[in-house]
């Protein structure tokens, strides 16, 4: 069988050893003779880059391995690109929340003015990666999870109309693996979906089991109740106690339209006021992760370097990444498993443009992937996702052209902006933030 080679982009995130740990789990589905890391921040790849070695090392020692900061070398000879580069990295994430805050906003990593001003980061860096990629390996694929998503989707629809990249979220994945968990699957493949919206902003319309009985009305029923918590759930069962909040929250989401389940992102769109009442603006998210996920990660990482062997080691295998491996073996083998992408709307949601980036449900194969036919969406849905996707377009429009006025549009139109004054406010305060990430706007 093919073996397959593939680079991380972004090799010092927090997520790189759990990505590999999971490739490695999954070898007999795509066997791999090589794996690289690329960064362009060597200290901080260092950090992972040994213990990652040594996980590799431990599992199968005929993988080749480097950790590189020469794009030449980290793209030359690779099939599979997986992307998740953070720009600006977890400190201009706080400032992106605390900003927000600061104005009576939600602050928030890739919804409202923290994914706006993410996303004037994330477009340029994205682009380069890809343009590594297509003049180094031309037929390599890049399967791009570096946020916000949403915009940057748009980004590379416009800017690299023709280049083989494919923007996923796991947001879809983790969700579903606790809503079979609900139902009482064993597991979410055994589910068939319907999904329709934008990325981190979307909404379940049918969730089948094998046998075409459909189970959309019993989980709403428990959403009623418990949002996506299981009954007896406890804060225990999450890393962290925010997430578990926002599982519990998404009985806020489904009282409004008891038709569709609602991905819980939409939280910081519709219930933006009890975000902000839960919200400590000295210590936000990208605290909790820098001190948490971040600590946890490279400590451990450490340890592994030190002692030379992964034996023992408390780092555990990305479960919620494993849409990678299916992504990347559906490409490869032509596998035509469903799985929700961030593609051009196309006509596949009817009433809705065409050129719009949206989050369905697609078949994916060896020469990429075919959206579904939605059909029509109701008005509410429609209007808010009119509203979000201008959002997206005007960031990108700003980004392209310098335009400090497309970028004050974006934030009046984002949901979780009260209005023109405040998104004034706000983006003066984000340009100073962002100076020498942002192009200069005028
Ligand atoms: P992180 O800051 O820990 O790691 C990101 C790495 O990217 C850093 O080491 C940084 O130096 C590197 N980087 C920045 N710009 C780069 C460039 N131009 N070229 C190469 N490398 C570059 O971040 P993290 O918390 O691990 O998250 C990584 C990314 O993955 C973020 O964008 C995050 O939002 C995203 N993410 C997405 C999903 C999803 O569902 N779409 C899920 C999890 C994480
Ligand atoms: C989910 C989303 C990602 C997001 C991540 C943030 O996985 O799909 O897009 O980056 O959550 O998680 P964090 O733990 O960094 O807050
Ligand atoms: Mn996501």
Not at 357 to 372: A, N, R, S, T
Not at 407 to 434: C, F, G, M, R
Request: some cysteine.
């Amino acid at each position: 069988m093919k073996k397959f080679s593939v680079v991380i982009a972004g090799g010092g995130s927090t997520y790189t050893p759990e990505i590999i740990l999971m490739l490695l789990d999954n070898l007999d589905r795509l066997p791999l003779r090589c794996i690289k890391l690329y960064d362009n921040d060597e200290e901080r790849q260092n950090k992972v880059a040994k213990a990652c070695e040594i996980l590799i090392h431990d599992i199968d020692p005929t993988i080749e391995y480097c950790a590189t900061t020469d794009p030449e070398v980290a793209y030359t000879d690779v099939d599979f690109c997986l992307a998740h580069i953070r720009v600006g990295q977890l400190p201009m994430r706080e400032l992106d929340e605390k900003i927000s805050i600061k104005h009576g906003v939600v602050g928030q990593e890739t919804c409202g003015p923290g994914g706006i001003a993410y996303g004037m980061r994330s477009i340029g860096g994205v682009l380069e990666n890809i343009d590594y990629m297509e003049k180094y390996s031309p037929n390599c694929w890049m399967l791009n999870y570096s946020n916000p998503a949403a915009i940057v989707a748009e980004a590379t629809r416009r800017l690299r109309p023709n280049s083989r990249v494919i923007n996923i979220c796991d947001m879809p994945i983790g969700m579903e693996n606790t809503i079979a968990r609900i139902l009482g699957f064993n597991n979410r493949k055994e589910m068939d979906v319907r999904y329709f919206g934008l990325n981190h902003f979307g909404w379940w319309s049918s969730i089948k089991d094998k046998q075409g009985n459909e189970y959309l009305p019993k989980l709403i029923e428990h959403q009623l109740k418990y949002g996506n918590c299981e009954a007896e759930d406890k804060v225990e069962n999450y890393t962290d106690a925010s997430w578990f909040e926002t599982a519990r929250e998404v009985k806020d989401l489904v009282r409004f339209d008891k038709n569709f389940a609602p991905n819980s992102y939409l939280k910081y769109y519709l219930n933006g006021d009890q975000v902000m009442a839960h919200t400590n603006p000295n210590y936000t998210r990208a605290n909790e992760v820098m001190d948490g996920r971040e600590k946890r990660v490279f400590e451990e990482c450490a340890r592994i370097a030190e002692k030379g062997t992964s034996e023992g080691t408390t780092l555990e295998i990305g479960i919620h990444a494993s849409f990678i491996v299916d992504l990347a073996t559906a490409l490869a083998f032509n596998t035509h498993e469903r799985m929700l992408l961030i593609v051009e709307n196309n006509g596949a949601i009817a009433n809705f443009s065409p050129d719009a980036m949206v989050e369905i449900p697609c078949i994916v194969g060896k020469d990429g992937y075919e959206p579904l036919s939605i059909g029509n969406i109701p008005t509410f849905q429609k209007g808010l996702m009119e509203q979000q996707v201008a959002v997206e377009k005007l960031v990108v429009d700003a980004w392209i052209e310098h335009s400090y006025e497309k970028l004050w549009q974006a934030l009046i139109l984002s949901h979780t902006v009260p209005n023109a004054n405040t998104a004034k406010a706000l983006l003066d305060d984000l340009i100073e933030a962002n100076k020498g990430y942002w192009p200069e706007l005028h």
